[in-house]
């Protein structure tokens, strides 16, 4: 039997077939205003549009605003074949390059910005 079912998560610029617009909204309203630190977790079942949500956040929260920073972690992919500590070890050791290379581009955006500041002025 063949499938015409794809599973593709969409963009966050792609248009809301799924009809996620309306939790996206509120989901990204209180993100913006919560105390952090935050987690969240996003359930529901195969295809239900939970990766496609995460997205759409995603793409507006860190394109619209330097304060938000996004850090994927694909727990699925992570856990695959893997015992419960190699997972364990594999999520933390993703998440903390995610940072390294968050604060390296940060530090490196601060020094272009200090230099074309006072080379300028």
């Keep these: 039997m063949i499938s015409s ?8 610029v ?20 919560a105390q952090t ?8 079942e195969w295809g239900s549009g ?7 956040i995603q793409h507006e929260l860190c394109s619209e605003d ?12 992570h856990s695959l074949l893997n015992d419960e500590y190699s997972t364990m070890v ?6 903390i390059k995610s940072v390294v290379e968050i604060l390296e581009t ?3 955006q601060n020094v272009d910005r200090l230099k074309k500041k006072h080379l300028v002025s």
């Design 37 to 44: 630190p935050l987690t969240i977790a996003i359930q529901g």
């Design 106 to 108: 940060d530090e490196n």
């Design 66 to 77: 330097d304060d938000f920073y996004s850090i994927w972690v694909n727990t699925w992919e």
């Design 14 to 33: 792609d248009k809301d077939e799924l009809g996620i617009e309306p939790y996206k909204n509120g989901l990204k309203a209180f993100i913006s205003t």
């Design 5 to 12: 079912i794809i599973d593709k998560p969409k963009e966050g």
């Design 90 to 95: 594999n999520i933390i050791s993703g998440i």
């Design 50 to 56: 939970k990766t496609s949500l995460m997205k759409s």
